[in-house]
């Protein structure tokens, strides 16, 4: 294990971010040179906390099944490169969540019982940045080819994590992305102040070496049809994700200058890497209100502040949590509390439990304020708490109610459950044969790192569904869910 009193030498320490009034100024991520090099000097320190528990509970935390004491142990070792087998012998991506992963493994962390969790999500990033820096990080590729070809649809995190298994247990891959560029929400999705694309593009690029074959801008269902792609395929495997925006049906809502998030930050990443966006929407000199407190509100904060925003206020339904663990949320579950992401240091007003009644509108039919309410425990008015707050420009971050049916759902005749997603079995297929589904298509809206692992579980279904056996892992079955109180 690694230093046994670690974890009473040391305390909890991380990267330090570059100064507000800097990194608003520019889209690079917020860590000075990247989080990976920006923890270096403390991350063995930090690895040398974990206490290698008879009974690891990051584990459960994490759906991946990451080994995570031993890649601890490694970095305080300083084998970094047994690091970086450790880590990529569970997770195909790590760099992914690394940085994006609300990292459940830390509020399961046995240490988190009575001190500060390790930094396991610090740990993991230093490695993968170091290999990739090091050019420790090489393509796989098959030693024979199966002959069987696949097809997935879609090209975020499931998907490629799907496509890279498939590829390297020999099967013949083409990844299928509506976008002009491959990589779903990762891509377009995430602000480069979280994740620089250069991450994704490195990623991209080891795949293609071992023979993975992309096709950015086709979208099956319209350029080309499902029974088109299941004649050319042995197999089709569904990560199309969970795109359908929540919306807020109230009156008003036809104004202009009200938008969904995913309309407004896609926009800003192309912008950002240099390409040209007509009629962008703009936060520029407005008054911005994002409705929705999660992790893509955060990002339209963010990306609004760069812009230029006169004000940015974002609301959010719920209370505002505490900062300690509740109690009905116990260890090792994963607990509501008060988190302060990158963007919310930088600026922007958080009101908590609150609920929009009505937008209401200019004499040129565009938004020129809302009117809210707060509301109670069970989420009812409260009354005489009405009021006005200036917005031209509304960005919805209220979440996502499942995949798009009309197009490629449709025509593959897949069967929906309850919730509008795609069923599946207890090994990913659908209802029709040889279509497999994975990640928030199939799952609902939920974390990267269960995206990562419903599509390394996936392809090993769909390897036995080719050849009758696999040795592919399988870490989670598609009913598995988070530690939740």
């Not at 991350?43 to 206490?51: P, T, W, Y």
């Not at 500060?116 to 990080?137: C, M």
């Not at 390409?275 to 904060?301: F, P, R």
């Not at 939920?446 to 769909?462: D, F, N, Y």
Request: net charge negative; glycine share 12%.
């Amino acid at each position: 294990m690694a230093d046994p009193k670690g974890f009473l030498k040391e305390g909890r320490e991380v990267a330090s971010r570059r100064p507000v009034e800097t990194r608003v100024k520019d889209w690079n991520e917020v860590y000075p040179d990247g989080i990976g090099r920006a923890l270096l000097p403390i991350i063995s320190k930090q690895a040398s906390r974990c206490m290698d528990c008879g009974i690891p509970f990051c584990h459960q935390g994490c759906p991946l099944g990451n080994i995570i004491p031993e890649w601890n142990d490694l970095v305080w070792r300083d084998d970094w490169t047994g690091a970086m087998e450790r880590l990529h012998a569970t997770n195909n991506f790590p760099e992914f969540t690394g940085r994006l992963c609300p990292a459940p493994c830390e509020t399961a962390c046995v240490l988190g019982i009575n001190q500060d969790p390790v930094t396991i999500k610090n740990v993991e990033v230093s490695i993968i940045d170091r290999a990739f820096e090091s050019g420790g990080v090489t393509p796989q590729a098959p030693e024979w080819l199966t002959g069987k070809r696949v097809a997935v649809v879609g090209s975020g995190p499931a998907g490629l994590a799907a496509a890279q298994q498939l590829t390297r247990a020999g099967h013949t891959v083409a990844v299928y992305e509506r976008a002009d560029k491959i990589g779903g929400l990762l891509r377009y999705g995430i602000p480069e102040f979280k994740m620089e694309k250069a991450h994704v593009d490195r990623r991209l690029d080891q795949m293609r070496r071992e023979g993975t074959v992309f096709r950015a801008g086709v979208d099956v269902g319209v350029d080309i049809s499902a029974d088109d792609l299941r004649d050319r395929f042995d197999a089709v495997v569904l990560t199309i994700g969970s795109t359908l925006p929540r919306d807020l049906p109230v009156p008003g809502r036809e104004f202009g200058g009200i938008h969904q998030a995913m309309e407004f930050l896609p926009q800003a990443n192309r912008v950002a890497v240099g390409e040209e966006v007509e009629d962008q929407i703009l936060a520029t000199g407005k008054n911005v209100v994002i409705i929705g407190g999660g992790d893509t509100g955060a990002d339209c904060l963010g990306t609004s502040i760069r812009q230029g925003a006169a004000s940015i206020t974002q609301l959010e339904i719920m209370a505002r949590p505490g900062t300690e663990r509740p109690a009905g949320q116990p260890w090792p579950t994963y607990p509501m509390t008060f988190k302060v992401s990158s963007a919310h240091e930088e600026g922007g007003d958080r009101v908590y439990a609150v609920s929009t009644t009505e937008f209401l509108g200019d004499e040129d039919g565009n938004v020129r304020a809302l009117r809210l309410v707060e509301v109670d425990a069970k989420f009812q008015p409260v009354p005489g708490t009405e009021r006005e707050i200036p917005a031209e420009l509304v960005l919805f971050a209220m979440g996502f109610v499942g995949p798009q049916r009309e197009g490629l759902v449709e025509q593959f005749g897949v069967e929906l459950d309850e919730r509008g997603n795609v069923k599946r079995d207890n090994g990913y297929a659908t209802s029709v044969d040889g279509v497999f589904c994975a990640g928030d298509a199939g799952r609902g809206q939920s974390l990267i790192v269960w995206a990562i692992a419903e599509g390394r579980s996936a392809a090993a279904s769909v390897d036995r569904f080719l050849t009758g056996a696999t040795n592919l892992p399988a870490p989670i079955p598609p009913t598995a869910r988070p530690l939740m109180a």
